[in-house]
């Protein structure tokens, strides 16, 4: 490098490329945190689809032991799977949180959905989570939620588990899919954890028709077998 007069170095050129590696840094840290961006707190109905998730509440009960809920997991409620919520998502990402505070849930309204939604703490967290992102009041949200679990119907063999099963992942998509005519298979994903099957996750349209969804569909289970627990005994 020729130096400058009086022997220093010229610092121009060292602080435009350390202006440059800034820069760089500044726009991959805003391109690495996209996702991100887009599971905070949006704007209330503005999402592409619903997933529809579907929760094996024996899994539930056996993973959280004590620390589970009573009213879902009391040996007098052999819950099979439940509503685990209705989450409006985005093509990449989903929004979340979208009113705070969240409209007050109506107690007939929370009441009425126990029999799908066997928990209280569930209804009023997805509610503050997933429902105020929906653009609905609550009592328009939950009938939503009830209609989409209409819209499924439940695989006869996954009604009720007497013993422990063992699964593969597509076992399970093959039955809700032949159950369920239209569900194609970017449609709906078979979630699980520790090798047990969780839950299984469905998308749809805002007027509840099935409907694809790449990115619900690539985060789906890899084992190639999974356990399901029995449900609880009545």
């Not at 499924?152 to 009604?159: D, K």
């Amino acid at each position: 490098m020729r130096l400058a007069r009086g022997g220093r170095v010229p610092l121009a050129a060292p602080l435009l490329a350390t202006c440059l590696l800034v820069a760089g840094l500044l726009v991959a840290g805003l391109l690495a945190s996209g996702p991100a961006l887009a599971q905070t707190r949006g704007e209330p109905g503005r999402f592409d689809h619903y997933v529809l998730s579907l929760s094996w509440s024996p899994t539930y009960c056996e993973t959280r032991g004590d620390k589970a809920e009573p009213a879902q997991c009391s040996r007098a409620r052999p819950f099979a799977f439940v509503v685990h919520g209705l989450w409006p998502q985005y093509e990449r990402g989903w929004p979340e949180s979208c009113q705070s505070p969240a409209p007050f849930v109506p107690e007939p309204v929370l009441r009425g959905m126990l029999d799908i939604m066997p928990s209280r703490p569930l209804v009023l967290h997805e509610w503050r989570k997933h429902g105020t992102c929906a653009g609905l009041d609550p009592t328009a949200y939950f009938a939503t939620v009830r209609d989409a679990y209409g819209k499924v119907t439940i695989p006869e063999p996954f009604r009720r588990l007497d013993d422990y099963r063992t699964v593969s992942p597509g076992e399970v998509e093959g039955a809700f899919r032949a159950a369920n005519p239209g569900l194609a298979a970017d449609m709906i994903s078979v979630q699980c954890h520790s090798r047990r099957l969780t839950e299984v996750r469905i998308c749809l349209t805002a007027q509840l028709d099935f409907t694809p969804c790449a990115d619900v569909d690539r985060q789906a289970c890899r084992a190639a077998r999974v356990v399901m627990p029995p449900t609880r005994g009545g």
